[in-house]
């Protein structure tokens, strides 16, 4: 079975633009989570869907971000514009259930110039 | 103020000792997990331990969970080179988002 897969792996951009990660949950996982590491600090969850709404959404920094899930399969998370600040490990996480493990994603590194 | 707080922040051992990670909380919670994350990869689960647990056991992983302490602990018995990673414990209160700490950092010297 194949795991949770996000693309891409890095992605490098200039302040002021845009840029979309893609994230890929294991087939049947209903629950799809975002979490961000920025340097130094802790990992922080983001969001939350199961299938394609939006449970909890109260770890978005601001209106910069912006998360889909269409379909309810793999779901998009678009920063735009970038900030410096918007730098880090952006991971996304599945489970079954909403109280089950989740299972990661290797997470995509953001650098922000 | 943060949950989940990992002490010590980074512990270096010797192939085949214990290495023991603590990890302390601030609030109730519904469950506490602990992932492994090694250099540049993502992070994998290690173990769920729910609050009415007290103690579990997972190959050379065992994780203890004191709810009245508000802390957990994670130690790995007879440790190899391959354990070299980061550890966080994440805490799951009503909403099921993990609450994670800043980790530590264990070093395992063959």
């Known amino acids: 079975e194949a795991g949770v897969t996000q693309f891409p792996s890095h992605s490098v951009i200039e302040k002021g633009q845009t840029v979309t990660l893609r994230c890929d949950p294991i087939?049947?996982?209903?629950?799809l989570y975002w979490y961000r590491r920025v340097m130094g600090k802790e990992i922080k969850f983001l969001l939350h869907f199961v299938k394609e709404s939006k449970q909890d959404e109260s770890g978005m920094p601001n209106n910069r971000f912006l998360a889909e899930r269409t379909g309810g399969t793999y779901s998009t998370l678009k920063v735009q514009p970038a900030e410096l600040e918007d730098s880090g490990v952006y991971f996304c996480a599945s489970s079954k259930l909403a109280t089950g493990e989740q299972f990661f994603g290797p997470g995509t590194r953001l650098t922000v110039l | 103020s943060q949950q989940g707080e990992e002490d010590p922040q980074a512990l270096s051992i010797q192939e085949g000792e214990n290495a023991t990670m603590n990890c302390s909380y601030k609030?109730?919670?519904?469950?506490l997990q602990w992932y492994r994350q090694n250099s540049g990869r993502g992070l994998v689960h290690l173990i769920l331990i729910r609050s009415n647990e007290r103690e579990k056991h997972s190959g050379r992983l065992r994780v203890t969970l004191d709810t009245s302490k508000k802390s957990s602990s994670l130690l790995i018995t007879a440790s190899r080179a391959a354990d070299t990673a980061s550890y966080f414990c994440a805490t799951v209160r009503s909403s099921y988002k993990l609450i994670f700490g800043s980790g530590t950092r264990l070093l395992v010297r063959p």
């Open positions: 087939s049947g996982h209903d629950n």
């Open positions: 609030t109730s919670i519904n469950n």
